[in-house]
């Protein structure tokens, strides 16, 4: 008899809220493949491949594939995406590792360039360098949330490759897409201030015209926080 299912934390449900529905997915670092076996449980995804680069976290997800009786999910050793076959992946999730990681992983394999795929990203750290990663090698952000799992706060973006060259704006390495229009957004938002603030000050003697723009810039995305929320 199956167990009942368990629920996602909040980091993960938003990464599942991204995830087409009949897609065929991979879960680059899949710890304990609870988002894949959660979307198969559910009736979300045709298949998926738990995948990760560690064998202590793949033994952790067969035992969860065979507590939850699941069918259509394959655990595999791969470093990043180079053990995946491009069919096996319509929709990629890559999460809970830091941004310049996700970035190499990307790099790994030319067949991510395909506008029918789709990439759902969670950095830990290094976000703004995994943007700019994103713009410089042809993929938009089509959709970014902030959210707050354990008294952290991330963003998740869904992206996609695409032909016409990605036009963005000065705050885009900061905070991509993301609209300030909810309590997590704020919190985001006034993490990259806070960050910003701190390079900028730290540059001051060495770089001035460096420094004064990312102050200027922090200045910039303090506004869109309401005054109530501003820390």
């Known amino acids: 008899m199956s167990r009942p299912l368990f629920q996602l934390d909040a980091r993960l449900q938003l990464c599942a809220n991204f995830v087409r529905p009949g897609a065929k997915l ?36 067969e035992e969860n594939l065979r507590r939850y009786e699941t069918e259509h999910i394959t655990v595999r050793m791969s470093n990043g995406l180079e053990a995946i076959l491009p069919e096996e992946a319509e929709d990629i999730v890559i999460a809970g590792m830091g941004g310049e990681l996700i970035a190499q992983i990307l790099a790994q394999v030319p067949w991510v360039r395909q506008e029918e795929r789709r990439l759902i990203l969670q950095p830990m750290t290094c976000a703004p360098e ?89 200045d910039q995305l303090e506004q869109l926080i309401p005054k109530e929320d501003v820390k």
């Open 130 to 218: 995994l943007r700019e990663y994103l713009r410089n090698n042809g993929f938009v952000v089509l959709q970014e949330e902030a959210v707050e799992s354990r008294s952290h706060v991330y963003s998740v973006m869904l992206v996609q490759w695409q032909k016409e060259p990605v036009v963005t704006g000065e705050w885009y390495p900061y905070i991509g897409i993301l609209q300030p229009n909810t309590p997590a957004a704020y919190r985001y938002i006034q993490k990259q201030v806070s960050s910003l603030r701190a390079r900028g000050q730290g540059l001051k003697e060495k770089e001035p015209k460096e420094s004064a723009q990312l102050l200027q810039i922090a």
């Open 26 to 61: 991979v879960d680059i670092g899949t710890d304990h493949a609870y988002l894949p076996v959660w979307l198969e449980k559910q009736g979300l995804i045709r298949s998926a491949v738990a995948a990760d680069i560690r064998s202590g976290p793949l033994a952790n997800a």
